[in-house]
């Protein structure tokens, strides 16, 4: 199977080529060392911010020629027994779409849930089969075989491809841009984030979100793994009636994520 590699995963090949070089010459393996450290401190980092687009294409925002007056809220984790049905209740009271970045695997286990977020005109995108912590240490063929697996089990599901995928916690390695575009999907990251897994105060979340909010925006907020608040709540259900009434009061139309970005 063939991939094709961005243009710096082929200046580390060339950089790891003259480091070679360095090592062979006399007193050269300090310099050597020099360009291998500094090589792989660039690509560790540029793997570790989910919002990069130097290990290959990553949408943070939708152009607004496309967007309009729209707003897109995606939610990640999914689905959730416990949580779910409220987002889509809440969703639908106020007539407004999101996409859904779900796991493969809990697509397997509930996948009435997954049926329900597209009946209801959300869309359902690839969010990783396993939603393992260590994605982003895999090598090619062990990333390809986990996406590839997460489309199988939602198409099988749902009767619907996706066509965008979002990495477990944004993280994400040289191998990934050359998989994606094996297989005809995009890279989705996000303008802001609530860090709705962690904080458990949905007035701090809602600020993060609405900060600076425009047309285009692409926020992110969970219903699986989501932190409760005080009152036992999921965030997202206490946050989402608020950022949905924020949204129609700046004229702001919450939308699924267009095609062909």
């Given at each position: 199977m063939v991939y094709y590699y961005n243009g710096l995963i082929r200046a580390s090949i060339v950089l790891h080529l003259l480091a070679i070089c360095l090592f062979l010459m006399p007193d050269g393996w300090f310099y050597a060392l020099f360009v291998m450290f500094g090589n792989h401190v660039v690509l560790v980092a540029q793997g570790l911010w989910p919002r990069s687009q130097w290990l290959g294409r990553n949408i943070t925002h939708v152009p607004l020629d496309k967007a309009g007056g729209?707003?897109?809220l995606t939610i990640d984790d999914g689905p959730c027994p416990e949580v779910t049905p409220q987002?889509?209740?809440?969703?639908?009271?106020?007539?407004?779409?999101?996409?859904f970045f779900c796991i493969g695997k809990r697509v397997q286990q509930y996948p009435d849930l997954a049926k329900s977020i597209v009946a209801g005109g959300h869309k359902l995108e690839n969010h990783s089969m396993e939603h393992s912590y260590t994605f982003s240490l895999w090598y090619t063929q062990k990333i390809y075989r986990d996406v590839v697996n997460a489309q199988t089990v939602i198409q099988q599901v749902t009767n619907v491809?996706?066509?965008?995928f979002r990495?477990?916690?944004g993280l994400r390695n040289i191998f990934l841009d050359a998989v994606l575009q094996k297989l005809?999907?995009?890279?989705?990251?996000?303008?802001?984030?609530?860090?709705?897994?962690r904080q458990r105060n949905a007035n701090v979340v809602l600020d993060s979100l609405c900060r600076n909010l425009q047309a285009g925006d692409i926020l992110l907020l969970h219903d699986g793994n989501a932190a409760l608040t005080c009152n036992g709540r999921a965030v997202i259900v206490e946050?989402?009636?608020?950022?949905?009434?924020?949204?129609?009061e700046n004229n702001l139309n919450p939308e699924v994520l267009p095609d062909g970005l």
């Open positions: 729209a707003v897109y987002v889509l209740q809440i969703l639908e009271q106020y007539n407004a779409k999101a996409t491809r996706p066509h965008y990495a477990p916690a005809g999907l995009c890279l989705m990251s996000w303008t802001r984030r609530g860090f709705d897994t946050v989402l009636p608020v950022l949905l009434q924020t949204l129609f």
